[in-house]
């Protein structure tokens, strides 16, 4: 039973008419003019004709003349109006409908590296792609899979290709990782782990997919073991998330590793775009095809070289006494990113030793409960609002966050009400505890 329990947890008339004979009748008019001259009767004719057709030659140009500059003169007052009502404006957000994204936002040309880059920046995290995948991620959904971060897990596959990185505790002080891919795939992520209500309400905000292997929910014979309000599969139905969890896609997106040493829950991997493939057969629907719209966050280029801060250092815990799990986020001036530690060790890659870097580190203070449950399930506030400490640039703004149902997206605010607007390329989440102590010394 523990075996089964631990693969559940990681893992539809008509009638006819008599025509009357018009031609004997024509016929007949016809002969009455015979006595007169029928050629001068003829040159009479054309001339009345062309002086006809001279007079309704002139008609119609003059008609053609008059709307087209009718046609010019509305054209003219249309675009002064319409600059006037823009030119103060932001860019709009992208939108999305069967067909891909859409969107109004053109791309900056010091934030691209050449001109094979698109013109439709990634409504994740405000970073341009090239022309070859954009064609790909705007007609897809964005994909989020939940990553193993326990100390045994590590070193984890492809998390430097996710649009966006939520962390926060599963259960006992270790954390996991929410990663949403859209722009980017991966031969092979992992190790993936099980569901947890409160990734769900954010993945939400992105009408996204759900990657996992197994989940948090209620054994009908034992009910004490994990509570309704843990039940990852109830939310998902609430949500009515796509889900494809491993116990269902089985091996046509997912498989084990040979990892010597390491327990089984940390061996499961798969394929992003095995995944994209596996949503379009397990819902075939046409509803389903529709790339669903989100509201985009606001964002910005890098801030020149000598603006921005010379050193600075992000540490916090998200538990104490967890060593394994504390952060340190370390600032480098001249690639305007973060590298990220976490236990004392730098995390990289396994597969190409890329260190894990981000543009953007979002501090998000939550209210954590006990549900109470046989296996200590943990829930954490995702509705409603509290403080944030966002780090770009080698600088902290502080800011409040808000988020008023599963599908809206949370918002950040600076301290006059304003979006903050935030660094193109990856964003990490960083969800704790409200209360915890954080540290943050920068220097210029």
Known sequence: MPEINTLLEEGIGNKNEDLKDNSVKNASNFKKDSGRDKRNDLDEKTETF???KGKGDKLVLYVVIGVGTLLIFTGFIYAVSSLNYWKDKDSLSPLADGDGLKTSIQKENNNVSGGDYGEIPSPINGSYTPKDSES??????PLGIMINNHTEARPQKCLQNADIV??????????????????KDCDIVGPIRSARVYYEDWLAEYQGIYAHWGAAYQDP???NVTFPEADAYLKINELNLPDLDQMWVGDSAYWREDRPGKALEHTGYASTSKLWDSYVNKYPEADWRIVMPFDSWSFKDDISESERASSAVLEFNFWDLMPGYNV?????KQTNTYKRYQGGEPIKDEDSGAEAQAKTIIMQFTQESRVGDLKNHLLYQTLGSGDA?????GKETTAKWSKSSSRSRTKYLDASGSPV??????????????GNTISYQSSN
């Open 50 to 52: 062309e002086k006809i």
């Open 136 to 141: 790909v991620w705007t007609k897809r959904r």
């Open 166 to 183: 939520y962390e926060a505790v599963a259960e006992g002080g270790i954390t996991r990782f929410l990663a949403i891919f859209l722009t």
């Open 221 to 223: 014979n034992d009910p």
């Open 328 to 332: 340190k986020w370390e600032y480098n």
């Open 389 to 393: 400490k966002i780090y770009m640039d």
């Open 421 to 434: 607007k935030l660094n193109r390329g990856q964003i990490w989440v960083e969800i704790v505890p409200t």
